[in-house]
């Protein structure tokens, strides 16, 4: 069996480790305790895995944080920051974090214009950048299985809405699997299976408010 010879990473229509970014905003314990369209254990699961999918390929990562400065809010929940924590965060006031200057800048100082956005809540710090995003003509990639809403109704209709302006909907393994293409590519394969053979379910009753 031999495979075919990689494709331009650069140039592919698929996500590659070289062509996307991951953008990952407000995964913080007041908006992750107010999810009601996935449950709370399955969704926290779902996004440290893509955090660590974004680790292991080395894509450029933005992480935004909303009114941890004027402590109105807390920091990212510490499955996130077990991941993500040696990164920076772009914290701002924003809603919509594209009208936050930094943030906006750092999105487009990673080069790539495939985007994989993940964010708390998908009606809103979701779905108003994403739209502001595609309108700018970036390519947006939602991680549906990651992302959560204040009801199945208001996080459907969201992702409807990006839909229709264009954005592609995803989920965590399709993600991993998209970014690994060949079980020949070794190096990544053991930051692959790590994520797979780590989930017990456990803790069931955590409480993401503290």
């Known amino acids: 069996m031999t495979s075919e010879a990689i494709r331009d990473p650069n140039t592919d229509h ?10 990952i905003i407000d995964y913080q314990p007041i908006q992750v305790s107010s999810i009601r369209s996935i449950d709370r254990r399955e969704l926290v699961f ?8 974004a680790v292991n390929y080395d894509l450029p990562i933005v992480h935004s944080t909303v009114n941890v ?34 943030f906006r800048r750092a999105v487009e100082e990673t080069g790539r214009r495939k985007l994989i956005m993940t964010a708390l809540w998908t ?11 595609l309108k700018e003509g970036y390519e947006v990639y ?3 299985d990651a992302v959560g809403g204040t009801s199945v ?14 954005g592609r909907l995803i989920s965590k ?25 780590n989930w017990d379910g456990s803790n069931p009753e955590k409480d993401f408010r503290d």
């Open 14 to 23: 698929l996500l590659t480790p070289q062509n996307s970014a991951f953008i």
């Open 46 to 53: 779902n996004i440290v895995s893509t955090a660590k999918a």
């Open 69 to 102: 400065q004027s402590g109105r809010n807390k920091p990212p929940i510490p499955e996130i920051q077990a991941v993500l924590g040696h990164l920076p965060t772009y914290d701002r006031t924003t809603i919509n974090s594209w009208e936050d200057i930094e």
């Open 123 to 133: 009606e809103a710090c979701l779905a108003f950048p994403a739209l502001d995003a």
């Open 142 to 144: 939602v991680v549906a």
């Open 153 to 166: 109704a208001a996080h459907e209709a969201a992702l409807r809405r990006i839909e229709q302006a264009g």
């Open 173 to 197: 393994t399709q993600l991993y699997c998209e970014l690994q293409r060949d079980w020949a590519r070794e190096e990544f394969v053991p930051g692959f299976m790590h994520v797979f053979e």
